[in-house]
């Protein structure tokens, strides 16, 4: 059986017997499985999870359409942190001109005490995304969007990034 599916099965029982305070799980929590965080084991603890999620209102809407979800979110939610490597075209008066170039891109999603009371009174993610956006937040597909045109990334980039 391969390592993640036995992460999967068993990380609750590992993370409650060693009584950990911080866990970090990578690839583990991928389509549906991501509902984990939600789990009693996981209260009480900073959980640093990788997913295949693309899209951070995407995630919080699915985790909290999951019983008692919306809750469990207003309860533990601090913040969505979502990184990609844009790559584009070599710079020719860069000391390396064969390489190309790299930049993370980050969409660093804070969840604010109004956006944990909106997910306890159940506020749809079209709102919980407009009130992300007026306090300060820029999704990933923005940031790229604005890249495309700037003429720093190709579209072909960008939508390999949000993939």
Do not use: Y
């Not at 009693?40 to 979800?69: E, H, K, Q, Y």
């Not at 309860?75 to 790559?87: E, F, H, K, P, Y």
């Not at 604010?112 to 749809?124: E, K, N």
């Amino acid at each position: 059986m391969p390592s993640w599916r036995k992460a999967r099965r068993c990380w609750s029982e590992v993370v409650s017997g060693q009584n950990a305070d911080v866990v970090a799980f990578d690839d583990v929590f991928t389509g549906a499985d991501v509902a984990g965080v939600l789990a009693g084991s996981a209260s009480g603890r900073l959980l640093l999870v990788t997913t295949d999620w693309s899209d951070s209102f995407a995630l919080i809407d699915f985790l909290a359409s999951v019983p008692g979800g919306g809750q469990l979110l207003a309860d533990r939610l601090r913040l969505v942190i979502q990184q990609r490597i844009a790559r584009s075209a070599p710079d020719a008066a860069s000391a390396h001109p064969e390489a190309p170039r790299a930049r993370p891109v980050f969409d660093v999603l804070l969840a604010s005490d109004a956006l944990r009371a909106a997910l306890r009174a159940g506020t749809p993610v079209a709102e919980l995304r407009r009130m992300a956006a007026a306090e300060g937040h820029r999704e990933l597909g923005e940031q790229l969007r604005a890249f495309v045109a700037a003429g720093q990334i190709t579209p072909k980039e960008a939508a390999r990034l949000q993939s």
